[in-house]
């Protein structure tokens, strides 16, 4: 089984003027980007996610702020709080993901391995757990 939590670290290029971070697919993303979206203005009370894909790989980047992710592959949950721009979490086919606990002024950018199909959700926890176990 793969591992529950996976980081990447990015580089930062950083000088007197400020800070870059560069990301190209296939490179410091370990696939093809062809989608990004991002998250803003969301509630501290008012989770996210509560989905898991069937074939769809995504990073998810805390640009600003913090949130936390619970991460959950049918055996193991796990929760990591997000608040760095520097580092990306692995969020792999078939895990369950929860955000929450977002600050104010979280900014939350997740890179995706395909276009938007929602036929590759599964917003079921218990057909996760069993699609998880099989
Ligand atoms: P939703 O899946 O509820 O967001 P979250 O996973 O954060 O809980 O998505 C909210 C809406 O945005 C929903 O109507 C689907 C739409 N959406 C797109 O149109 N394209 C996308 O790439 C994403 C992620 C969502």
Redesign the pocket.
């Known amino acids: 089984m793969k591992e529950l939590i996976s980081f990447i670290r990015f580089p930062v290029i950083g000088d007197e003027r400020g800070n870059l971070v560069a990301l190209e697919g296939n490179k410091q993303i370990p696939f093809d980007i062809k989608?990004v979206?991002y998250?803003f203005g969301m509630q501290p009370d008012l989770p996210?996610?509560?989905?898991a894909h069937k074939d769809l790989i995504q990073v998810a980047v805390c640009l600003q702020g913090s949130c936390d992710i619970l991460m959950d592959n049918g055996s193991d949950k796990q929760v990591v709080t997000l608040n760095s721009p520097d580092k990306g979490l692995v969020i792999d086919i078939m895990q369950w993901h929860e955000?929450n606990n977002f600050s104010a002024d979280c900014v939350l950018m997740?890179l995706?391995s395909d276009?938007?199909n929602?036929s590759d959700?599964i917003r079921d926890y218990s057909s996760f757990l069993s699609e998880a176990r099989k």
């Not at 996210?48 to 989905?51: P, S």
Request: glycine share 8%; charged share 20%.
């Open positions: 989608r979206y998250m996210r996610g509560f989905h955000m997740v995706a276009v938007y929602e959700y």
